[in-house]
């Protein structure tokens, strides 16, 4: 990730580069440009400015710059990677009969307010899947309404749906997969206070043995690393319907047919 572990970037073209930045992002991705193949890029949500997260400012920008291909490790908006695990996960999991399985993607407790990049893409990966998906998250932890528009799209042209609820129990009842996962969502941008306290509240959004004994011998999910008895219950990360690490060795094989696919091109 750039200026992770060495000096800070500077990303506005133009600037005057008389603070704490020591390059630019034009050298530093022209250099790794010159020196590799393909480059694997990280960039986190700002979780302070709204417009530039939801428009990926950042890695369109080490796009814009680079002259071979960026792969995507996670952006403020999306983990495409993750979702290549995903989708390969759930073919294997459920081949053919993968239009006909519920998915149920829960928002889960976290000590702090993370980004919505894999919960994004877990949504449109679902959805594009042709599942039946049904976000469960607290109302102060909606996702934003473009994404659920874009994953309604989706999920219409492959035979599927997507809807919202904030009874999580509900939601879980019959689902052939439970996939927990923490975000703050749009209110921490608006408003981090009572986006903190409303997430401290909801300490029962915790996925337990007792959630997962509603789905219908439901697989769970969850991208890693995860924090257990805070998201999910040790009886479940232990237990039959674990299918997080599977999920997790997906994510090497993604990765290489990614690459082979690159550099295909």
């Not at 990303?11 to 530093?28: F, I």
């Not at 020196?35 to 990926?56: E, I, K």
């Not at 102060?140 to 874009?150: K, R």
């Amino acid at each position: 990730m750039p200026g992770n572990g060495s000096w800070a970037l500077e990303w506005e073209p133009g600037a005057v580069m008389d603070g704490e930045a020591a390059e630019h992002v034009r050298e530093a991705i022209g250099v790794l440009s010159r020196y590799h193949d393909a480059l694997g890029v990280r960039v986190f949500a700002s979780g302070t400015d709204y417009g530039a997260d939801a428009q990926d400012t950042l890695i369109r920008t080490v796009a814009e710059h680079a002259t071979v291909p960026v792969i995507n490790l996670e952006s403020a908006w999306a983990h495409p990677c993750q979702g290549l695990a995903d989708a390969a996960l759930l073919t294997e999991r459920y081949g053919d009969a993968l239009a006909d399985k519920t998915f149920v993607l829960s928002w889960a407790p976290h000590p702090k307010p993370l980004p919505m990049a894999v919960p994004n893409t877990a949504l449109r990966t679902a959805a594009r899947c042709g599942m039946d998906v049904t976000v469960a998250r607290p109302d102060t932890h909606a996702l934003d309404p473009g994404v659920m528009a874009e994953a309604e799209a989706l999920a219409e042209t492959q035979g599927g749906s997507v809807s919202a609820t904030s009874d999580q129990a509900a939601a879980a009842e019959g689902a052939d997969v439970v996939y927990a996962k923490s975000w703050g969502g749009p209110l921490v941008y608006e408003n981090p206070k009572a986006e903190s306290e409303a997430r401290a509240a909801r300490s029962d959004w915790r996925i337990t043995a007792d959630l997962m004994a509603r789905t219908r011998n439901g697989a769970f999910l969850h991208c890693l690393p995860v924090r257990r008895n805070v998201v999910v219950d040790d009886a479940v990360l232990d237990g039959p319907h674990a299918a997080h690490l599977d999920q997790a060795e997906y994510r090497l094989h993604a990765q290489k047919a990614l690459l082979q696919y690159v550099w295909s091109l």
